[in-house]
């Protein structure tokens, strides 16, 4: 069954680094998003993208946050300048349409600002 | 902005007993929701959802129920197999994109073990 893939499945990085979470998702899929959740915390919406651009983004997904699909198989999420209350896991979804219960979501990559 | 609570962290049940997870929500323009389930390093998948045209739907083990007055859905599970040990998340949105627009908001999660 084809699944979304995210690397590295762990990342630490100090404040004011620069971090790309990478994710590739399911191949037929034109809807990808990105999704956080701090330890202990609920998950929350960051981003999503279709067509090559942001379709909607949460007050989470500031100036600090960028995606790009630079190949046309990966989906990158790059936060610019990290931050402590960035440390949190992160999950990459894709979908065929946009329809919320037909979201498949990655791993996750659990990154730790130092 | 807690828009959708799961207010039990955990949750104990034995083999073959009923599983409740409850959630509450508190913004009236969602009227669809979801139960995800996540077990320990992998993503949500989805499991069983519900309109607000509906107070039930039911899949096999899992039942979801909708108190659409009570602002309040619950999932049952049964019987409850030891496999189910995982978090539950419930979500939700509205499909109408009013003022919640794409994105959906989920509870903080139920972890639930099921005792063989």
């Known amino acids: 069954e084809p699944e979304v893939t995210q690397t590295p499945s762990h990342q630490v990085t100090q404040m004011g680094q620069e971090v790309i979470l990478r994710c590739v998702p399911i191949?037929?899929?034109?809807?990808f998003y990105w999704y956080r959740q701090i330890l202990g915390q609920k998950v929350e919406f960051l981003v999503s993208f279709y067509n090559n651009e942001i379709s909607e983004k949460s007050e989470i997904f500031d100036d600090q946050f960028s995606v790009e699909r630079p190949d046309g198989s990966n989906f990158t999420l790059k936060i610019r300048s990290t931050k402590l209350e960035d440390s949190a896991m992160y999950f990459c979804?894709?979908?065929?349409?946009?329809?919320?219960?037909?979201?498949?979501f990655g791993p996750g990559t659990r990154l730790l600002v130092l | 902005d807690q828009q959708v609570k799961q207010n039990s962290p955990s949750l104990s049940v034995q083999e073959g007993r009923i599983s409740i997870l409850n959630c509450d929500y508190t913004?009236?323009?969602?009227?669809?929701f979801l139960w995800y389930k996540k077990y320990p390093a992998e993503g949500p998948t989805f499991l069983i959802s519900?309109?607000?045209?509906?107070d039930k739907n039911e899949d096999g083990r899992f039942t979801v129920f909708l108190n659409k007055s009570a602002k309040h859905l619950s999932l049952h599970i049964v019987p409850s197999q030891p496999g189910d040990s995982a978090v539950y998340f419930c979500?939700?949105?509205?499909?109408?994109?009013?003022?919640?627009?794409?994105?959906?908001?989920f509870g903080t999660g139920t972890s639930l073990t099921v005792i063989p």
């Open positions: 913004n009236s323009m969602f009227d669809y």
């Open positions: 979804a894709s979908s065929e349409q946009e329809r919320l219960e037909t979201q498949y």
């Open positions: 979500a939700a949105n509205s499909m109408y994109r009013t003022n919640t627009g794409n994105q959906f908001y």
């Open positions: 519900i309109s607000s045209i509906k």
């Open positions: 191949s037929n899929h034109l809807y």
